[in-house]
T-cell receptor
Framework: DTGVSQDPRHKITKRGQNVTFRCDPI?????LYWYRQTLGQGPEFLTYFQNEAQLEKSRLLSDRFSAERPKGSFSTLEIQRTEQGDSAMYLCASSLGGVQYFGPGTRLLVL | GDSVTQMEGPVTLSEEAFLTINCTYTATGYPSLFWYVQYPGEGLQLLLKATKADDKGSNKGFEATYRKETTSFHLEKGSVQVSDSAVYFCALSGSGAGGTSYGKLTFGQGTILTVHP
């Protein structure tokens, strides 16, 4: 079963460092979404791609965040100059325009 | 903007009890509605969905009916099991009407369900 995969599953970093996460969607899915989930809350939308085009970005996505999907397949989410408030679970999902299928997430802890 | 409100939790039940988790929403147009479940240590999984008014989504004994008149999508199960212990999220996907985003999910805060033997 080749579902959505994310790497790494866990990341601990020091404040001020840059981190990059990777998401590999289900192979035929053209849409890819990034969400952030903090403890005790539901996931919040960050951004989404249709193929390689980034079509929407949330106001939650500050200038320190950047996402890419260079060939319309995998995607990366980079956070520059991390802050303690960035600590969260970062979720990726993919779809063909209907149901979104989620990956296991990357848990980030900023010390 | 779109929003989803779930009943306050956590919910603790005995096995075979009846379950209701309330969910109401605010959205422009005709969103699609979903229940996702997150079992301990696992990722979000789709439990059921409904795409238009009066549709009933069902899966694994869980049901929810899309009620446009009350803007609700309450989750129910007649007899819960210990294995149903998880966090349940209600979510909506915009219709694209009125300039709203099509496809992105707006989630409620989640309801923790614990079922005791």
């Amino acid at each position: 079963d080749t579902g959505v995969s994310q790497d790494p599953r866990h990341k601990i970093t020091k404040r001020g460092q840059n981190v990059t996460f990777r998401c590999d969607p289900i192979s035929e899915h053209n849409r890819l979404y990034w969400y952030r989930q903090t403890l005790g809350q539901g996931p919040e939308f960050l951004t989404y791609f249709q193929n390689e085009a980034q079509l929407e970005k949330s106001r939650l996505l500050s200038d320190r965040f950047s996402a890419e999907r260079p060939k319309g397949s995998f995607s990366t989410l980079e956070i520059q100059r991390t802050e303690q408030g960035d600590s969260a679970m970062y979720l990726c999902a993919s779809s063909l325009g209907g149901v979104q299928y989620f990956g296991p997430g990357t848990r980030l802890l900023v010390l | 903007g779109d929003s989803v409100t779930q009943m306050e939790g956590p919910v603790t039940l005995s096995e075979e009890a009846f379950l209701t988790i309330n969910c109401t929403y605010t959205a422009t147009g005709y969103p699609s509605l979903f229940w996702y479940v997150q079992y301990p240590g696992e990722g979000l999984q789709l439990l059921l969905k409904a795409t238009k008014a009066d549709d009933k989504g069902s899966n694994k004994g869980f049901e929810a009916t899309y009620r446009k008149e009350t803007t609700s999508f309450h989750l129910e199960k007649g007899s819960v099991q210990v294995s149903d212990s998880a966090v349940y999220f209600c979510a909506l996907s915009g219709s694209g009407a009125g300039g709203t985003s099509y496809g992105k999910l707006t989630f409620g805060q989640g309801t923790i369900l614990t079922v005791h033997p």
